[in-house]
């Protein structure tokens, strides 16, 4: 039984992308196997599928291996977490993010980051990572501030917390609403300049550190911003059951953007998923780890070697870290039942105190 782990970006492997480059994919563990694959979610693919069962913690990693939850716990599908609060304890009694690693000898990065007009943090990574924490936070555009021992990337972090008010997370809502209305690129380059340049004249700036001159990054072909409309819906959580169908438009973070399937408009995907089907393509769990076969119902398959076809209706996004912990199927229906909520304009507020997004 494949369970999703979520969202991933990740440098190709074969068959697919050139090495090195990052793709947006979800990921699958099988207990019984231990064993773990990923799946493409580029632009184009149709997804359709359903949750089964109930959402399982998918326990802890240590030194690259996946430890299955001791206690078979079920996880509220409303939630973006993938775990139960005693494996989320033992996962931050060794972890950067929570301060409890502060023995770890790898050089890390103090890297500035742009959501949108106004939104700048401040952030660290392990330098052996490279851009993949920004990738996976969904950065717009960031540039390298620093580079040294963990407690010095600690300590610069803090220098611009308090001396320049620079946040280090915000609000997932507040990082969607600025996608839809970005600046052009100078103005982007021009607000990370100017903090970047405020940030290295701060006194207090910690002597191992070794300070990055500007170079600024854009992502804005790699995420595709410019296939993102200004008016989005957002998905809500899974139950068992319920259904996704649509067209992925383009992966931010651990968002996915969907053209949602309408009532008729699902029938040639229903066709294709079930060719894919036939010929062993789909099935989760089986040869590739598709999401969904079309062999269940007729609304088309995803996944590796999986379905492309056309779909029509409303744009929403769907943070994919809502799908870890579920078996998903193939979908029976044509639509998508879970809620699609209709997003107000505005930035959103801060993120309170808590786990920041994902790992170091």
């Known amino acids: 039984m494949w369970r999703c ?23 699958w563990y099988c207990a019984e196997r231990d064993e773990e694959r990923v799946s ?8 359709a599928f359903a949750a089964q069962g109930e959402r399982r913690c998918l326990g802890v990693r240590r ?6 939850c001791p206690y078979g716990a079920v996880l509220d599908g409303a939630g973006a977490g993938d775990q139960c609060a005693r494996c989320a304890q033992l996962d931050r009694s060794r972890s950067v993010a929570a301060d409890t690693m502060a023995d770890d000898p790898r050089p890390y990065g103090v890297y500035l980051a742009y959501f949108g007009p106004g939104l700048l943090k401040v952030g660290i990574t392990a330098a052996e990572r490279g851009p ?54 100078p103005d982007r380059v021009a607000e990370l300049a100017q903090l970047h340049r405020a940030a290295q004249e701060l006194t207090g700036w910690p002597e191992t550190l070794q300070p990055v001159e500007f170079a600024c990054a854009d992502h ?23 259904e ?34 036939e010929e062993g393509e789909g099935a989760v769990g089986g040869r590739t780890g598709d999401v969904g076969s079309g062999r269940a119902g007729r609304a088309g398959g995803v996944g590796p070697g999986g379905v492309t076809g056309r779909v029509g209706g409303g744009v929403a996004v769907l943070d994919a870290r809502m799908l870890s912990g579920w078996v998903l199927g193939a979908a029976v229906g044509r639509v998508t039942t879970v809620p699609v909520r209709a997003v107000g304009p505005g930035a959103g507020e801060r993120e309170g105190a808590g786990r920041q997004e994902g790992l170091f």
């Open 132 to 185: 993949a924490r920004l990738v996976e936070q969904g950065a717009v555009a960031y540039a390298w501030l620093g580079r040294g021992p963990l407690m010095a990337a600690r300590r610069a972090e803090a220098l611009l917390g308090s001396a320049l008010a620079v946040p280090d997370r915000f609000a997932k809502a507040a990082k969607r609403a600025a996608r839809g209305a970005l600046p052009p690129v």
């Open 5 to 27: 782990t979520g969202p991933r970006w990740s440098g190709g492997g074969p068959g697919s992308e050139p090495e090195g480059r990052f793709g947006q994919r979800l990921g």
């Open 40 to 47: 493409m979610l580029p632009a184009g693919k149709v997804l």
């Open 220 to 242: 804005t072909e790699l995420f595709g911003l410019d296939r993102i409309p200004g008016e989005v819906a957002e998905l809500g959580g899974m139950t068992s059951g319920a």
């Open 244 to 277: 996704i169908v649509g067209e992925v438009l383009t992966g931010v973070g651990a968002d996915v953007y969907l053209r949602l399937a309408t009532g008729g408009e699902g029938e040639g995907a229903a066709e294709e998923g079930e060719r894919a089907a």
């Open 63 to 68: 030194a690259g291996r996946r430890l299955v």
